[in-house]
């Protein structure tokens, strides 16, 4: 601080003595001034600091907050996908986003703008693979914000950047389907949302698991230099570590799945079918080892797929079964001991059931057919004589153990339970279209799992496919198994798998309905089947449109497979058989299914 | 009281007589040269005790503080080395892990079924249907089973997709309900759909020819 000298006095002037007595020249008067002034200020000063400290405290340090802390987000990983032996389905990797802001690019460049926004489309489609023309024409467009490609890799992303330094990079989470269409109607896909920030399960498994796989998102509160996400040392506050999604494991095979997706499509394209699904389980586990529709799509490419290609039709999509279900009947029968396999049977070319006539597929006057050649040789009228021994409830009580009319279980999206009517709703003539598989729907599931409680020895395993799954911690675990379920006594199950080979023989005069089925070396046991649709123009059976279903194991003793198929209004005259002979041939050489040198018995399906 | 006295300058006179005679005045002149020295000397020595003692502390103060500037700036060059060092290891770190990820996902692409099929083809693989297997008995003997046969390249996969003409309502076709679709003209069966080819043949159902497969292709 500055003081002013004091003003010099006249001399010999007596502090008393003097011309004018201004108070203003009095020192102590103008010491008590300042000393007034400055309390006066310190007051104020005071005040505002009360004020500040106290009543304006919180918004202050609220909007301070507001300028400098920032909330950082910490991705969480999602977790990714594998097959039963580790092969990997899906799973992420760190990508770039390359956007751009043309209009600033028109603001620095002046004239050259646009020569230099086409070599900058040019070298990013060059990296990307992505289409020059059309990110040209997005470039020349008057917007702040276009995003020219979105899933880079970090390295060429970088090199782009330093090329051109007016684009930008967005971290985004890409998720990589390195099998493409493999499995894909059961993983889906999940695709990036610029909303969530975030990968978002779509469809499929990636979506009904989105929780598990997601993960949860850690964040942290700090302060950051403006404008940049620099944290300033020191200044974090609050931080939550991003948890890792978990791993999930599929009980599919990849190989497996490859072959039958690729059969399944070769066949439906030879066949004409609309559309087919077919499912592989293993015997023991009830695992499911493949589950294959003819369509499938790529999830990495889900924006152009095909709609129609997206479902999993092998789980949503019931159909009616056709003659697959005899077994039902079969079972139900040898369970309650009213027919034994070499009963033998006067069949008549058709039969009465309340007021319908069910006629055998081809025209016969009264045969003697043993049981097993009504089931191989897929008799609508012994069935259903059969089935009047059988009973009603008898019937109702098997289809519900075998798990028809139930959903599986298996934790895949969209699954549907198929329909049987309610035991209480059946009339007279209900009974003469369920045992040959008419009147009910059930999935390709459904059916392969009925045949897999046959396999079982009569413990019907409702199948899974997800074995289990793999914590942010790595503890893995094993997800939890279906209870089994007992639908047959033992000897009934075998005598029933004995029945079904019948159905692959070939030999002259007692041929089955498979025999395209079976596979050299190896005993088969399974079922045809052929359903008739419903014409959507006349709500009536069409003549024309059938659902061909095909199920059965291998081998047919000690089953280690059980397949199921089912293919959608096929050309007329197609089965399925082959197709299982194709699948049951891959998989007795992949899997080294130990050849049966004796060949087996015939069995007698017809007396002549 | 003959003692002269010997005004010193500043003394007020006559204020200190009594101990004048109590003790002899220290007159400068009076005292001997090795006294004055002594009291020099005394002096000098208290001050240079002092002063080591000073000069000390301040060395060891000096010497603190240089070691303290000298640690200082050695550890924020080396805190300031460090840090290039940790960028330069977190960078080989990113690049070493966006290599890793880029060879995972190679790998992982090469290695899938669908890459592996094709590949195999295009060396002239061909996938077998059914091998006739050699089964060594016990004995020794060895059996033959299937009927072993060239193994021949498989016709072009037929494509996925439905044929165009097919309706597009394949994709959801509605269940139907079960209940309602019961017509009672409904005939189950196999050969239903094969009625007049089957009949004949026992039921036996022929596996499609390769030749009209092909209506499907392209």
Known sequence: ?608 | MSTPVIERPGSTPGTRPTRRTAAPPRIPAQRGPGDARRVADARRRTAARDNTGRAKFVLVVMVLLVSGLVATLWLSTAAAADSYALQAARQRTAALTEQSEALRKEVSVLQSPGSLADRAAAQGMVTVTDPARLVVAPDGSVAVVGEPSAAVAAAPPAPAAPPAGTPAAAGAPAAPTAGDTADPRAEGGDAAAAAPAAGAAEGTEQEVPAGTGAAGGN
Request: overall charge neutral.
């Open chain 1, 1 to 608: 601080m500055v003081y002013a000298p004091p003003r010099p006095r006249p001399r010999g002037q007596g502090p008393r003595g003097g011309r004018r007595r201004s108070p203003a020249d009095d020192p102590r008067f103008r010491l008590r001034l300042a000393w007034v002034a400055l309390a006066a200020l310190l007051l104020v000063s005071g005040a505002k600091l009360v004020v500040v400290q106290t009543v304006q405290a919180g918004s202050l340090t609220a909007d301070a907050e507001k300028q400098r802390a920032s909330r950082i987000v910490i991705p969480a990983e999602r977790g990714s996908i594998t097959d039963r032996d580790g092969t990997v389905l899906a799973f992420s990797t760190e990508s770039k986003a390359l956007v751009t802001n043309p209009r600033l690019i028109n603001k620095i460049k002046g004239d050259a703008a646009a020569d230099y926004k086409n070599r900058m489309a040019d070298a990013v489609a060059a990296t990307t693979g992505g289409d020059a023309a059309e990110l040209r024409r997005a470039l020349a467009s008057d917007r702040g914000y276009v995003v020219m490609a979105t899933a880079v890799d970090p390295g060429p992303a970088r090199a782009l950047r330093e090329q051109f330094p007016e684009i930008a990079e967005e971290g985004r989470e890409a998720r990589q389907y390195p099998n493409g269409t493999l499995a894909s109607n059961i993983i889906g896909a999940a695709t990036w949302s610029a909303d969530a920030q975030k990968l978002i399960g779509r469809i499929g498994l990636e979506s009904s698991d989105d929780a598990l796989l997601a993960g949860r998102d850690g964040f942290q509160i700090a302060d950051t230099a403006e404008g940049s996400g620099t944290v300033i040392p020191g200044s974090v506050r609050s931080e939550q570590a991003a948890v890792s999604g978990s791993d999930v494991q599929l009980t599919i095979d990849s190989d497996l799945q490859f072959q039958v997706q690729r059969m399944l499509a070769d066949f439906a394209g030879r066949s004409g079918a609309r559309s087919g699904s077919a499912v592989v389980l293993d015997r023991a586990s009830g695992e499911v080892l493949a589950l294959a529709d003819n369509t499938s799509f790529d999830p990495a490419q889900l924006l152009s797929a095909d709609p129609n290609s997206l479902g999993n039709k092998g789980v949503t999509t019931p159909f009616e079964p056709g003659s697959v279900n005899k077994v039902v009947t079969m079972a139900a029968a040898l369970e309650a001991g009213v027919a034994k396999p070499d009963d033998v049977l006067s069949v008549p070319g058709s039969i009465e059931v309340a007021d319908r006539t069910i006629k055998d597929a081809w025209s016969h006057g009264v045969d003697r057919y043993t049981l097993t050649g009504v089931l191989a040789k897929s008799s609508n009228v012994g069935t259903l004589m059969t089935a009047q021994k059988v009973g009603e409830d008898r019937f109702s009580d098997m289809l519900a153990k075998l798990g028809i009319g139930q959903k599986t279980g298996i934790g895949l999206p969209g699954e549907s339970a198929g329909r049987v009517p309610p035991r209480a709703t059946w009339s007279g003539s209900t009974f003469g279209n369920l045992p040959i598989g008419q009147g009910l729907s059930m999935t390709v599931l459904q059916m392969a799992g009925m045949y897999q409680a046959i396999a079982n020895d009569g413990v019907r395993i409702p199948p899974r496919i997800v074995t289990a799954t793999t914590g942010p911690d790595g503890v893995r675990v094993p997800a939890e198994a279906a209870e089994p379920v007992r639908a047959m006594s033992e000897q009934t199950a075998r005598t029933l798998r004995t029945m079904l080979t019948a159905v692959t023989q070939s030999a002259r005069g007692q041929a089955g309905t498979g025999p395209a089925a079976a596979v050299p070396g190896y005993e088969v046991a399974g079922k045809t089947g052929t359903a008739q649709q419903v014409d959507p123009n006349t709500g009536a059976y069409s003549r024309s449109q059938y659902w061909i279903t095909f199920a059965g194991m291998l081998p047919a003793q000690d089953p280690r497979f059980v397949v199921g198929i089912m293919l959608d209004a096929p050309r007329g005259g197609t089965s399925a058989a082959p197709l299982f002979h194709d699948i049951a041939s891959y998989l007795a050489q992949r899997d080294a299914v130990p050849v049966q040198t004796a060949p087996a018995p015939v069995q007698t399906l017809q007396i002549k």
